[in-house]
């Protein structure tokens, strides 16, 4: 399975590198956030400095498949497309979150057309006496 992580800066990796990725879960958006790329055959390694360690933090393996750097007037930053080797805790988390919320949706629309268990609706008549 193949994932593509952007990183802010320019990191340039080789085709067919290890690497080894550090995640958190930014708290905000609820997504994922590449803070840290280290290169195993260089044992470079690449960090964002203003990323506090430490909260849902995660590591995991990939090889390269292909590396682009895009440089703009605003700055850079640097798209790694890699073969995972485990996708790890924080993609799971990701995951399950996804998986409730379906089953959070498909209950709300089970609900929303009733169901047949449920008795039907008693008509109120007017009362004549």
């Known amino acids: 399975m193949d994932r593509s992580i952007v990183f802010p800066g320019q990191i340039a990796i080789a085709q067919g590198h290890r690497v080894e990725v550090t995640e958190q879960l930014d708290p905000l958006s609820g997504e994922t956030l590449a803070i840290a790329v280290r290169d195993l055959e260089t044992n470079i390694r690449y960090w964002l400095v203003e990323e506090a360690a430490g909260v849902d933090e995660v590591r995991w393996l990939g090889r ?15 798209e790694l497309r890699l073969d995972v080797r485990g996708p790890g805790p924080v993609g799971a988390k990701v995951a399950l979150r996804e998986a ?9 629309e089970a609900d929303r057309w009733g169901g047949s268990d449920r008795p039907p609706p008693v008509e109120e008549s007017e009362r004549f006496w």
């Open 64 to 78: 390269v498949l292909d590396c682009t750097i895009g440089v703009s007037s605003t700055g850079s930053r640097t």
């Open 100 to 108: 409730d919320a379906a089953a959070d949706a498909a209950k709300a």
